[in-house]
């Protein structure tokens, strides 16, 4: 009878002691950053890797995906015992996605005629706007000589997220392709009478 009540005592302990034991659930961070402006799901940025199971929630999430930094995420870990835990882990909210430079036509300019690259081409950031005004022009070209050159065209965003696109500038004779009065379409250069008034008279060319 003593040897039973003494089997008892020590189940009850032990029951209460496993019962008490600190919960320390095996969380993996598999996601420590995200592109700004991207989609996510707070959830598949930890994993549990213990074969208990666990439950996790979210109960605090300061994250604005508009707008690159760091942020503390805090989750909720609990079992069927009823003990919880809260662990918090850092995200960092990224811009590491380069710039696009898109093509709107061919470059072209006459011979000693200055052109401006933006008329030409239009860059597209997923943070960034107005990178237009940062494009760059790497690469020799004689506006003085008719020709076709290639360079290359550059733009940086404000993460130092560098685009570069190769493109050729088309240098052409003075010249334009109208049509006068007789309804004939022909190559004609074009003459001035009074620069002022920018009067023209057209001239065939022999060309």
């Not at 898109?102 to 072209?108: A, C, E, G, M």
């Not at 790497?138 to 076709?148: A, M, Q």
């Amino acid at each position: 009878m003593k040897r039973l009540l003494l089997s008892l005592i020590f189940l009850i302990l032990f029951s209460g002691c496993s019962h008490n034991q600190e919960f320390n659930p095996s969380i993996q961070q598999v996601v420590n950053k995200i592109e700004v402006h991207s989609q996510y799901d707070p959830l598949s940025f930890i994993k549990n890797t213990s074969t208990d199971d666990v439950s996790i929630e979210v109960v605090n999430n300061p994250i604005d995906i508009s707008q690159p930094g760091n942020y503390n995420i805090t989750y909720s870990i609990s079992n069927d015992k009823g003990q919880s835990v809260e662990l918090t882990y850092l995200i960092a909210v990224v811009d590491e996605t380069k710039p696009t430079i898109h093509l709107l036509s061919d470059i072209t300019t006459t011979v000693k005629q200055e052109f401006d690259i933006r008329y030409f081409v239009t860059v597209v950031d997923n943070f960034d706007t107005n990178l237009i005004e940062n494009i760059k022009i790497n690469g020799e070209y004689d506006i003085s000589t008719v020709g076709e050159y290639q360079v290359q065209l550059q733009v940086s965003d404000s993460a130092n997220n560098t685009a570069t696109k190769t493109v050729t500038i088309y240098v052409l004779k003075d010249e334009s392709t109208i049509e006068n009065q007789n309804g004939v379409v022909g190559v004609y250069k074009i003459n001035y009478m009074d620069e002022e008034e920018l009067n023209p008279y057209l001239v065939l060319s022999d060309d």
